[in-house]
């Protein structure tokens, strides 16, 4: 009496052993064995993954304890890189003379290596600004530059006064190599105009299918042309004389015409027996487009009758 002892079996390698990316190959090699004692057909073998290529075989019919190999590859998708393996299984089937077909599954993770990371590109819209108001655009081009998609991906700028970062219709999400661009504007204060430039740093940021979160960060420096100014208008009252002690009263009115605030203002005039020149409550700063009236009194004397005419300049 003979005594059949149909078998078979299949073993699956995958090549290469991990990946890095959507778009790369995997070729699978399933290895599959005659392991009883009786001839089996039909041998077929199949693999449920889907974009699969079709399993292919070079023969279908198997003597005890001959293998055949067979072949079929894979290109990686997005999906893949996002859960981190490509994990799938094989099942080899044959016929023995007699009786039920017989089977044998394997099965082959391939890893993928998760490199999540994002890039921010920062810039302005203006190379520099010349005045408090003056406004300035900012542009975010947020890029995933790793291999994992990233969600909840958002741009921070703490500048104060900066309006919301606008992505337009942005879901959130990046797949790698994919950009979003963002915009926020920015109107110019007279703090920034007298430190000479705005400076500030945005962060990208966003979080990879392992829950992990990436970051990135770039500043932009926007320069200030800063044009310091002042000017002095001097009159007097009266406009003229006619005896010694009559009293003259001078007003300075110093303004700032440049677009900085200006410190230690101060009005000179050099006319020997001049009063001190006051500026009442004066702090000696000025801020553009800011002005101070002060005063200052003479007395005139015989000399100035007999020359004719009081002359004298005053410096701010």
Sequence with gaps: TAIARPAITVRKSASPAAVGVAGQLISYSLVVRNSGNVTLTDVTVTDPLPGLSPVSCPASTLAPGASFTC????????????SGSVLNTATAVGSPPSGAPVRSSAAAAVPINATPAIGLVKTAGSA??????????YTFVVTNIGNVTLDDVVVTDPLVGLSAVSCGGFDGSLVPAESTTCTATYAATQADVDAGT???????????????????????????MRAPAISLVKT??????????????????ARNVGNVAVTGVRVTDGLPGLSVVSCPGFSGTLAPDQSVRCTATYTVTQADLE???IRNTATA
């Design 71 to 82: 072949t079929a590859t894979y290109t990686v998708t997005q999906a893949d890189a996002d």
């Design 128 to 137: 520099s600004v010349e005045r408090a108001g003056d406004t300035v655009t």
């Design 198 to 224: 705005i400076e500030n740093i945005a962060t990208a940021t966003g979080r990879a299918p392992s829950g992990r979160t990436v970051t990135a960060s770039d500043g932009v420096s926007v320069p200030v």
């Design 236 to 253: 007097v009252s009266p406009t003229t004389v006619g005896r010694v002690g009559e009293v003259l009263t001078f007003t300075f009115v």
């Design 307 to 309: 020359r004719g005419t």
